[in-house]
C-alpha cells in the first residue's frame, strides 16, 4: 500500500533523512520507534507533503507522492494526525470534525454520527471551543477529524505524548479499533512498551536511517537493538 | 454640547470606514501572516477609479460595484504571482514586497491621476441631508455607516453560518493543518487576499467623496488602520468593529474637546492596550 524508497530529507541545512525506506501493507498497524530527533517525525511528514524529500521515492497505491502538496495527498486517502494534535483551538468539536470532511471524499464511511457514537466524549463536549478540551479528549478529536475524510491510511505522530498512563491505554485501544474498521495505520511512538500491545510489525530509526524491521517477537528478541536505539 | 450628535455621528462615519479598510487588513493577517503595507495603498487605488468612473458615467452606484472588482483582480495577481513566490522565504521578506508595491501605486497614482487632490462629488439622492437627532446631517455619512455595517454582517455570517468559513476560522489558527487535511489552502488565501482587495477597494469608492482623494490618502488611513488591528486584536473581526468604532469616535471628539491632543489620542489608546493586553481587545494569546 505505501512504499517509502530510500528518501532524503532536509531541513534547511540539516540533513535529517539519509535514505529512509519502509512499506506497508493494507490493514497493519505498523509503529516506528526511535529516540528523539532521529527523523520520525520528518519521515510522516515528507510522506504527506509537509516536507520535501530531495531523493527517493514515496508510493502510495502505485501512486508517487514526492512533489504532490499536503492537500492532494489528502485527497488521495492519506490521513495526517499531528504531534501537538494540533486542533483548531477557536472552533467548537463540531465545527473542528467538519473540517475533517474533503470536498469529494466517498459517501459511507466514517460520519458525525458514527464518530460520536465511536468517541461519546466528544458528543458530550460537542459545542466547546477545542482550545477548551483535555489532552486525552484532543487526542481523540485530532483522530476523529482525519477519520472524517475517509482515509486509507493514517499516519499518527505520537499520540501518546504527554497523557496520563490510563488515557495512554485508551488512545491506543482507540487506534487498534481504527485500524479494526479497516484504515491501515502507521504511528510514531517513543514508547515502545506501550504500542507493543497494539502494534503488527515495528521499525526503528537510528540517525536518519532504519536499523529495525520486524514484528512483536523478532522486537523482543533483537535486545541490542534496543538497548542501542531505544533505551535511554 | 449642543455639537455631540454631529461629533457622534462624524465618528460613526469615520469608525465605518475604518472598519472597511482594517476588516480585509485584519483578516489577511489573521489568515496569512502577512502585514500587508499595500492594503491602503489598493483602497487608494479603489478611490482613484472611483474617480475615473465617475467622471466618465456619473454613476455612483455603478463605481461602487465595478472598483472592488478590479481590486479583486488585482488582488488576485498581486497574491498569485508576487506574494507566493517570497513566501517560502519568510515574512520579512513578504513585509518588504507589499511595502515596494505601496509605493510604487502611490507613484504609479500620481503619474496617472497628477499630484494634487481631486474632487469627487457623490451628487444625487445620496448628496443630500437627513433629519436626525434634530440636525440637519449630510445623508452620505449615514450611508457610510450603514454600509460598513452591512459588510461586517455579512463577512460575520459567512465566518460563522458557512462551511467556508469554517475552513477560514480553521485557517487563523493553524493553516498548515488546513492542507494537511485536503483543503487547497494556496487558494483559500488567493482567494482571502483578493476579497481584502476588495473590500479596501470598495472602502475606497466610500471615502473618495467623504476625504479628499490625494496620493497622500493611502498613508493617512494607514496608520489609524493599523492602529484599530492592533488595538482590536490581530485576525479579529469582532476586534476590528469595535476598535473602528473606538478610534472613530476618539478622532471625532479628540478634535472637539482636546483640539491640541487629538493626534496623540489614538496613540495612547494604543500604549494603554497594548500595556494591558498585548493580544489586543479581542486577540487569542500567542
Keep these: 500500500m505505501l512504499e517509502v524508497k530510500d528518501i532524503h530529507s532536509f531541513y534547511g541545512k540539516s540533513h535529517i533523512l539519509q535514505g529512509v525506506s519502509m512499506a506497508l501493507k493494507e490493514g497493519e498497524l505498523v509503529c516506528l520507534l526511535g529516540r528523539n530527533g532521529v527523523g520520525k517525525s520528518t519521515t510522516l511528514k515528507s510522506i504527506m507533503g509537509l516536507v520535501k524529500p530531495s531523493e527517493g521515492s514515496i508510493r502510495f497505491n502505485e501512486q508517487e507522492l514526492i512533489g504532490k502538496r499536503p492537500y492532494e495527498v489528502a485527497r488521495l486517502g492519506v490521513g495526517y494526525v499531528p504531534?501537538?494534535?494540533?486542533?483548531?483551538?477557536?472552533?467548537?468539536?463540531?465545527?473542528?470534525?467538519?473540517?475533517?470532511?474533503?470536498?469529494?471524499?466517498?459517501?459511507?464511511?466514517?460520519?458525525?454520527?458514527?464518530?460520536?457514537?465511536?468517541?461519546?466524549?466528544?458528543?458530550?463536549?460537542?459545542?466547546?471551543?477545542?482550545?477548551?478540551?483535555?489532552?486525552?479528549?484532543?487526542?481523540?478529536?485530532?483522530?476523529?477529524?482525519?477519520?472524517?475524510?475517509?482515509?486509507?491510511?493514517?499516519?499518527v505522530d505520537e499520540p501518546t505524548e504527554g497523557l496520563a498512563p490510563l488515557i495512554v491505554k485508551e488512545v491506543l485501544e482507540m487506534l487498534a479499533a481504527v485500524r479494526s474498521s479497516g484504515v491501515t495505520v502507521l504511528m510514531v511512538e517513543q514508547n515502545f512498551k506501550a504500542s507493543i500491545k497494539v502494534a503488527d510489525r515495528f521499525y526503528i530509526m537510528g540517525k536518519g536511517h532504519m536499523v529495525f524491521d520486524g514484528d512483536t517477537e523478532a522486537l523482543l528478541a533483537a535486545e541490542e537493538i534496543r538497548r542501542n536505539y531505544l533505551e535511554v | 454640547m449642543s455639537d455631540f450628535p454631529v461629533f457622534f455621528l462624524h465618528g460613526l462615519a469615520y469608525g465605518g470606514l475604518l472598519f472597511l479598510v482594517s476588516a480585509g487588513l485584519t483578516l489577511v493577517f489573521g489568515m496569512m501572516n502577512v502585514l500587508n503595507f499595500a492594503h491602503a495603498a489598493m483602497y487608494m487605488l479603489g478611490a482613484y477609479f472611483s474617480y475615473t468612473i465617475l467622471r466618465m458615467t456619473g454613476q455612483f452606484w455603478l463605481s461602487l460595484m465595478i472598483c472592488p472588482l478590479l481590486l479583486f483582480v488585482i488582488g488576485a495577481v498581486i497574491e498569485r504571482f508576487l506574494l507566493?513566490?517570497?513566501?517560502?522565504?519568510?515574512?520579512?521578506?513578504?513585509?518588504?514586497?507589499?511595502?515596494?508595491?505601496?509605493?510604487?501605486?502611490?507613484?504609479?497614482?500620481?503619474?496617472?491621476?497628477?499630484?494634487?487632490?481631486?474632487?469627487?462629488?457623490?451628487?444625487?439622492?445620496?448628496?443630500?441631508?437627513?433629519?436626525?437627532?434634530?440636525?440637519?446631517?449630510?445623508?452620505?455619512?449615514?450611508?457610510?455607516?450603514?454600509?460598513?455595517?452591512?459588510?461586517?454582517?455579512?463577512?460575520?455570517?459567512?465566518?460563522?453560518?458557512?462551511?467556508?468559513?469554517?475552513?477560514?476560522?480553521?485557517?487563523?489558527?493553524?493553516?498548515?493543518?488546513?492542507?494537511?487535511?485536503?483543503?487547497?489552502?494556496?487558494?483559500?488565501?488567493?482567494?482571502?487576499?483578493?476579497?481584502?482587495?476588495?473590500?479596501?477597494?470598495?472602502?475606497?469608492?466610500?471615502?473618495?467623496?467623504?476625504?479628499?482623494?490625494?496620493?497622500?490618502?493611502?498613508?493617512?488611513?494607514?496608520?489609524?488602520?493599523?492602529?484599530?488591528?492592533?488595538?482590536?486584536?490581530?485576525?479579529?473581526?469582532?476586534?476590528?468593529?469595535?476598535?473602528?468604532?473606538?478610534?472613530?469616535?476618539?478622532?471625532?471628539?479628540?478634535?472637539?474637546?482636546?483640539?491640541?491632543?487629538?493626534?496623540?489620542?489614538?496613540?495612547?489608546?494604543?500604549?494603554?492596550?497594548?500595556?494591558?493586553?498585548?493580544?489586543?481587545?479581542?486577540?487569542?494569546?500567542?
Design chain 1, 83 to 155: 504531534e501537538d494534535r494540533r486542533i483548531f483551538r477557536s472552533l467548537t468539536v463540531h465545527e473542528n470534525l467538519l473540517m475533517g470532511i474533503r470536498n469529494g471524499a466517498k459517501k459511507g464511511g466514517w460520519t458525525i454520527e458514527r464518530v460520536y457514537e465511536q468517541f461519546p466524549q466528544l458528543k458530550q463536549r460537542r459545542e466547546n471551543k477545542g482550545g477548551h478540551l483535555s489532552g486525552g479528549e484532543q487526542q481523540m478529536l485530532t483522530v476523529a477529524r482525519t477519520l472524517m475524510g475517509d482515509p486509507k491510511l493514517i499516519l
Design chain 2, 84 to 286: 507566493r513566490r517570497v513566501h517560502v522565504f519568510g515574512h520579512v521578506h513578504e513585509l518588504l514586497l507589499t511595502f515596494g508595491l505601496a509605493y510604487i501605486i502611490t507613484e504609479v497614482v500620481k503619474w496617472v491621476w497628477g499630484n494634487f487632490p481631486l474632487a469627487v462629488n457623490v451628487g444625487g439622492f445620496l448628496g443630500g441631508t437627513v433629519e436626525i437627532f434634530g440636525i440637519t446631517y449630510p445623508l452620505y455619512r449615514i450611508f457610510i455607516f450603514a454600509s460598513a455595517a452591512l459588510v461586517g454582517i455579512m463577512m460575520a455570517l459567512i465566518l460563522y453560518r458557512t462551511r467556508l468559513g469554517i475552513i477560514l476560522r480553521a485557517a487563523v489558527n493553524d493553516s498548515e493543518m488546513v492542507n494537511a487535511l485536503g483543503f487547497n489552502v494556496p487558494l483559500v488565501f488567493m482567494g482571502v487576499f483578493a476579497f481584502g482587495a476588495a473590500l479596501s477597494g470598495f472602502a475606497g469608492v466610500i471615502a473618495g467623496p467623504l476625504l479628499s482623494t490625494y496620493p497622500g490618502m493611502a498613508n493617512e488611513i494607514l496608520i489609524d488602520a493599523f492602529v484599530v488591528i492592533v488595538v482590536g486584536g490581530f485576525g479579529s473581526l469582532g476586534g476590528a468593529v469595535v476598535a473602528s468604532l473606538i478610534i472613530g469616535e476618539l478622532q471625532s471628539f479628540g478634535v472637539l474637546l482636546f483640539p491640541k491632543l487629538s493626534l496623540a489620542l489614538v496613540y495612547l489608546l494604543m500604549s494603554v492596550v497594548l500595556i494591558i493586553k498585548p493580544s489586543g481587545l479581542f486577540g487569542e494569546k500567542q
